[in-house]
């Protein structure tokens, strides 16, 4: 057997053995939702005692997704009432730390067990028109170019990609104990074998909006050789950026910097616990 046959077995077996439910979605235009449904942008529900969010700057934020989370049955440890919400920051970085993804200071994940249907979208805005406005002009602070209701397809099952940090740790694992070699990274195999084409590629089409599964990105995995992130092995929410076809018209629905795409990881122990305190945010692009 060659080399690049051992190496696509390897990689064939872990692809096969690693799975995770996930609930793709898409964007659907035609006006937005109410404040109690889901959707990707526009107005939120917030409880009478629950401020509008502000940034580490008191600037307040925006909303980014809203999951009514009755719809997520499909996704065994995420919780099935009540709405989970994602705000960012409005600066020139959409509310991303680089040096700690997961200081919600520049963005905020919010759950709601229990809703108030009296609660009226008026008096939300109320709060959001109160909240202090960002210097210079917030329409190049949004990845969002309108307000869009989600449309959930039936759960399925991903396999495991070799843009998930885990899946080359297993791979190099495994490689290491065939070889006797000590093999850290991706990049130092590469250098060492000069194979490639190991993992096939993934199934799913773009754009990749989806709860649950396995992450896609165009740059790395952010828990790539960060310790700290590395239990952060569940994906939250995953919101690509998306164009119209030319047949529909064209432009832009989302857009994360040059056609990038934002994820929120999570550890499956505080996702069980509703515990969303602690939540890397990342987002990257070409």
Request: charged share 25%; proline share 7%; glycine share 10%.
């Amino acid at each position: 057997m060659s080399e690049l046959a051992l190496a696509r077995q390897i990689a064939g077996e872990i692809v096969e053995r690693n799975t995770e439910p996930a609930l793709r979605f898409a964007l659907e235009r035609g006006g937005e939702p109410g404040i109690f449904e889901s959707k990707v942008g526009g107005t939120p529900y917030l409880p009478r005692d629950v401020a509008w969010p502000l940034d580490s700057k008191g600037v307040g934020m925006e909303l980014l997704a809203q999951v009514d989370c009755a719809g997520l049955e499909g996704l065994p440890d995420f919780p099935h009432r009540g709405l989970l919400q994602f705000f960012f920051g409005l600066d020139d970085v959409f509310g991303m730390d680089f040096d700690d993804p997961t200081a919600q200071k520049g963005f905020r994940v919010l759950y709601h067990e229990t809703v108030d249907p009296t609660v009226t979208a008026a008096e939300v805005l109320a709060k959001k028109a109160e909240a202090p406005k960002p210097e210079g002009d917030a329409r190049y602070y949004t990845p969002l170019f309108g307000v869009y209701g989600t449309r959930f397809a039936p759960a399925e099952v991903q396999r495991i990609n070799s843009q998930d940090f885990r899946a080359w740790d297993k791979f190099l694992a495994k490689w290491n104990e065939l070889h006797g070699t000590d093999i850290k990274t991706q990049w130092d195999y590469y250098r060492a074998t000069k194979i490639s084409g190991e993992f096939p590629a993934p199934k799913e089409k773009a754009p990749y909006h989806q709860m649950g599964g396995y992450p896609y990105f165009t740059q790395e995995d952010p828990r790539i050789n960060a310790g700290e992130l590395a239990n952060l092995d569940v994906l939250l929410f995953q919101l690509d950026s998306e164009m119209l076809p030319r047949k529909q018209g064209g432009g832009d629905l989302v857009l994360w910097g040059d056609c990038g795409v934002a994820n929120f990881f999570i550890s499956r122990e505080a996702l069980r616990r509703r515990d969303f305190s602690r939540v890397c945010y990342n987002w990257d692009c070409c």
